[in-house]
């Protein structure tokens, strides 16, 4: 009964939910989950994988993107939908968040002692993290532990993270931005964030969703949003890119 009361929360309350052996066992992964991902982080089980951001016009890697994978002792390699949702709701998210940047910041150093010329790397900023103000914090302690460069360093934010109170997101975004680190709106068009703030942010990239970009082919609204979020970032002196093209024809 406990576990059906929590799925009916879960669907936006006002509901009702019959206890199923499907809840249990996601109750079950749940659980799995919350215990095993603290030791994850400490026992090196978490791993980054780089999705490169390429220049359409010429075809160059200009930016990767730092995505955190875990690659489980029993359970293979799992992707964040399954345990990010849970380090959000324990505050785990923290020190996940910082293990990220932490990594990335140590491979942009490996790169540059190398003698290599790394495209920037970004890494993906919780909203809680962020409306916290525990962002800001820990990418200073990343920049003090490593010798790399601001600007190689990007952060992004989902839009979620911009609908609070516009002075103090402002004053945030600032932050980041007086320190050298480019800014991009992460999953742009699923939210509800105000244009006429909007602009009065310091923000260097527009992020179309991936879900209007599998959809370009065939769906013509999805092709006038995607098409309304570049001309957007154009007016607003901005770059923008979309998020997983698979397709020639979404390309």
Known sequence: ADIAMYYAKSQG???????????QIEAAMQLQIESGLPRAITENELVLHYQPQ????????????ALVRWQHPHDGLLFPGKFIPQAEKTRLIDKLGEWVADRAAAQIEQWLLAGLNPPKVSINISPSQFLRGAALPMIE???DKYTIPPHLLAIELTESALMTDPKDVRRALEKFRDMGL???????????SSLSSLRHYPINRLKVDQSFVRDLEYAPDACAITQAVVDLARYLGISSIAEGIESDRQL
Do not use: A, H, Q
């Not at 009702?16 to 052996?21: D, K, P, W, Y």
């Not at 390429?54 to 993107?65: A, F, T």
């Not at 480019?182 to 509800?192: H, P, Q």
């Open 141 to 143: 302690r990343i920049l």
């Open 182 to 192: 480019e800014i991009s709106i992460d999953d742009f068009g699923t939210g509800f």
């Open 54 to 65: 390429v220049e359409l016009d010429s075809g160059r890697v200009i930016g990767l993107e």
């Open 13 to 23: 309350k006002n509901t009702f939910s019959f206890f199923t052996s499907e809840l």
